[in-house]
């Protein structure tokens, strides 16, 4: 049975980098057509997609967020991480890592067979 679980600290200061790791059980991230997603759903709002990593170890992120978001991979640990710079406190909320099997740039929740149980981040001084 394929595993998500997200990982990092829960409360960052504001301009600092927020970092979050996603460990993949079940899976390879490096298996065909597999693309991990982050996600994330701040308070009162809808999910907005981030960005996804491929099997390939391609990148693609949401315009929104490009210029502060990297994401990259350890496949010998089977994680995907996320990097977000510079945050603010607009940038407190639940973030999930999610896996599709083609690449996505949407956060419906349908569109992803797996979902990791989120983890809540609060940027806050």
Avoid: M
């Amino acid at each position: 049975q394929v595993q998500l679980q997200e990982s990092g600290p829960s409360l960052v200061k504001p301009s600092q980098t927020l970092s979050l790791t996603c460990t993949v059980s079940g899976d390879s991230i490096s298996r065909e057509f597999r693309y991990w997603s982050w996600i994330r759903q701040p308070p009162g709002k809808d999910l907005e997609w981030i960005g996804y990593i491929a099997y390939t170890g391609a990148w693609h992120y949401s315009p929104t967020l490009r210029s502060r978001t990297s994401i990259s991979r350890d496949t010998s640990k089977n994680q995907i991480t996320l990097q977000l710079y510079s945050v603010t406190p607009e940038d407190t909320a639940v973030y999930y890592c999610a896996r599709a099997l083609k690449p996505l740039t949407t956060a419906l929740r349908d569109s992803y067979d797996y979902w990791g149980q989120g983890t809540q981040v609060t940027v806050s001084s």
